[in-house]
């Protein structure tokens, strides 16, 4: 399974926000759109991306406040990127060592949409649960061998 097969499901909807936005107006449309991540762009690129993690962590910085912070003075300047024909493997495998929720999927400067960790564990339930029907299906319809009745299952 691929990354694109995700985002041919999830759809490709982006939430982005400029470097130079306020914290506080990023939170409020992380919160109005009950969303955990903006992607940041300046100029048509992906400069960045503000997770709660990093509004945590500027708000940790800042003594319990926004502020007047900026976007850019919190968000994660290199964030872990793949591509839409990343193996699924690959990224559950690259999200779980970098302790990462989210990741944007770029092929070449296009921005093609953001998966979050739960994006891949519901399409791994879901490949897996598919997998188990198919099993059972066959298994359900197994030609018995000569001489022996079949089995009941």
């Given at each position: 399974?691929?990354?694109?097969?995700i985002?041919?499901?999830?759809?490709?909807?982006?939430?982005?926000?400029?470097?130079?936005?306020?914290?506080?107006?990023?939170?409020?449309?992380?919160a109005?759109?009950?969303?955990?991540?903006?992607?940041?762009?300046?100029?048509?690129q992906?400069?960045?991306?503000?997770?709660?993690?990093?509004?945590?962590?500027?708000?940790?910085?800042?003594?319990?406040?926004?502020?007047s912070?900026?976007?850019q003075?919190?968000m994660?300047?290199?964030?872990?990127?793949?591509?839409?024909?990343?193996d699924?493997?690959?990224?559950r495998?690259?999200?779980l060592?970098?302790?990462?929720?989210?990741?944007?999927?770029?092929d070449e400067?296009?921005?093609?949409?953001v998966?979050?960790?739960?994006?891949?564990?519901?399409?791994?339930v879901?490949?897996?649960d598919?997998?188990?029907?198919?099993?059972?299906?066959y298994?359900?319809?197994?030609?018995a061998?000569?001489?022996t009745?079949?089995?009941p299952?």
């Amino acid at each position: 399974m691929k990354v694109n097969d995700i985002l041919r499901v999830k759809g490709s909807t982006l939430f982005t926000v400029k470097p130079d936005e306020l914290l506080a107006s990023a939170l409020n449309a992380m919160a109005e759109k009950d969303i955990g991540s903006l992607v940041v762009m300046s100029h048509g690129q992906l400069v960045g991306m503000l997770t709660f993690r990093e509004v945590i962590q500027q708000v940790v910085k800042n003594g319990g406040q926004v502020g007047s912070t900026t976007v850019q003075d919190a968000m994660d300047a290199q964030p872990l990127t793949c591509t839409s024909e990343t193996d699924l493997d690959d990224v559950r495998r690259i999200m779980l060592e970098r302790h990462a929720r989210y990741m944007p999927i770029m092929d070449e400067r296009m921005l093609m949409g953001v998966i979050s960790f739960y994006d891949v564990a519901k399409a791994v339930v879901d490949s897996q649960d598919f997998e188990n029907k198919m099993l059972k299906a066959y298994i359900r319809d197994w030609p018995a061998q000569e001489g022996t009745s079949p089995t009941p299952v």
